[in-house]
């Protein structure tokens, strides 16, 4: 089936320490989005790619890393520069058409530091 | 700046009503906009969308209404049923644009 998969669905982190969230998507989809969520909060966004090799930082990215080397995988990193990682993350992607489509959200990542 | 906002944080509604959630957006720009649904712990899902070019678009039990004029978009359920209950969420965005701008969110919350 097609879709958008994010991995782990819960991740624990010391303080001080990286970690990778992973977003893959097997839509064809140009775009890829990453969005934190604080509890009762929306979405903001952290970064976003709209193709291959080039990505965006959104309006919350220090902190956070990203690369984009294949289309259909846009792994987040958090690093320790990231002072309150605790949250709900959600990966998103679109195509990349000349009218608007709808975003598919993966079914998030919770990250909880310990 | 920009900013998509909703007007009611919370929603209570009794089963079998109509429930309205409602959105207001600033960015006149703005020509491509969605609903969406997040149940507790899951990712949005997306419910119905609407272009700028229309002032009304129906799905099953969902209706979108747009008033451009205002910058304000509405969210109508049908026969509101206990699974309706989530967060609802419209975003935006802008024909060409590069990211989808969300609001804050709605609770909506089915009474027996």
């Known amino acids: 089936d097609g879709g958008i998969t994010q991995s782990p669905k819960y991740l624990f982190r010391k303080e001080g320490q990286n970690v990778t969230l992973s977003c ?16 009762g909060q929306g979405l903001r966004l952290i970064y976003y ?8 930082k959104g309006d919350i990215a220090e902190g956070y890393s990203v690369s984009r080397e294949k289309k259909e995988s846009f792994p987040l990193t958090v690093t320790s520069a990231q002072k309150n990682p605790t949250a709900f993350y959600l990966c998103a992607s679109s195509a990349q058409t000349g009218l608007s489509t709808e975003a598919f959200f993966g079914q998030g990542t919770r990250l909880t530091v310990v | 700046g920009e900013s998509v906002g909703l007007h009611l944080p919370t929603l ?10 409602n959105c207001a957006y600033s960015n ?28 009304k678009r129906q799905g099953q039990r969902v209706t979108v209404l747009l008033n451009k004029t205002v910058k304000h978009l509405s969210l109508q359920i049908a026969a509101t049923q206990p699974g309706d209950s989530a967060v609802y969420f419209c975003a935006e965005k802008r024909n060409y644009g590069q990211n989808f701008v969300f609001g804050p969110g709605t609770r909506l919350s089915v009474l027996p």
């Open chain 2, 28 to 55: 006149s720009a703005s020509d491509y906009f969605i609903w969406y649904k997040q149940e507790s712990g899951k990712g949005p899902q997306f419910i119905i969308d609407i272009r700028s070019n229309m002032d």
């Open chain 1, 49 to 56: 790619s709209q193709i291959v090799n080039d990505f965006q």
């Open chain 1, 24 to 39: 893959e998507q097997n839509l064809n989809h140009d775009a890829m989005y990453w969005y934190r969520q604080d509890p």
């Open chain 2, 12 to 21: 209570s509604v009794q089963e079998g009503d109509n429930s309205i959630i």
